[in-house]
């Protein structure tokens, strides 16, 4: 089972996480953890934006986000995909929902 919680300022995903993660039994992955691993790897070099979230200007986020979509999301793909080695856990932002949509052990 892969549970995919999206990020959202006040929905507290993380509380949500955390008790589904006991409830299950299942590993959780949130951004702290997942940037963890990726140094633990390797690859957080190969992904610095991805793992470590840099701030950014919102509105040139919005601008540039349409045409970079692709890249994106592939670029999510491969980030999570190479840290994470577990196939029942759950996952909070970090484009979890977008990575494992087609996966038909995926809740989100």
Do not use: W
């Amino acid at each position: 089972m892969i549970i995919t919680i999206a990020r959202q300022c006040g929905c507290n995903g993380d509380e949500l996480g955390k008790a589904l993660a006991q409830k299950y039994n299942l590993k959780l992955f949130d951004k702290k953890a997942i940037s963890k691993m990726a140094k633990e790897k390797g690859y957080f070099e190969r992904y610095p934006d991805f793992y470590g979230e840099t701030p950014m200007d919102m509105l040139m986020h919005s601008i540039t986000v349409s045409e970079e979509d692709s890249l994106l999301y592939s670029t999510a793909g491969k980030a999570l995909k190479n840290v994470i080695d577990e196939d029942n856990f759950i996952i909070i932002g970090r484009c979890g929902n977008y990575v494992y949509r087609d996966d038909v052990k995926c809740i989100s």
